[in-house]
C-alpha cells in the first residue's frame, strides 16, 4: 500500500476535523478501486461517532 501524498494527508486531517457535518455537507470518494476510499469512510465515521455521537453512511457500489 503505498503512504498518501501530503495533499492527501492535509485533505483527511482537514475532514478528521468534522466541520463538513455541521455544514450539513457529504463526503464523496472518487479513485481507482483498492486505494483506500471505504478504509477512510469508516475511520472518518468512527472518529465521527467518538466525537460528535452521530454518523451516517451510504456506501454505493
Not at 483498492?34 to 461517532?49: N, Q, R, T
Amino acid at each position: 500500500m503505498r503512504s498518501a501524498n501530503p495533499a492527501d494527508k492535509r485533505l483527511i486531517d482537514e475532514l478528521a476535523e468534522l466541520d463538513f457535518i455541521d455544514r450539513g455537507q457529504s463526503v464523496v470518494f472518487i479513485g481507482q478501486p483498492a486505494v483506500g476510499k471505504s478504509a477512510v469512510a469508516e475511520s472518518l465515521g468512527l472518529f465521527s461517532l467518538a466525537e460528535v455521537g452521530h454518523f451516517s453512511l451510504a456506501l454505493g457500489d
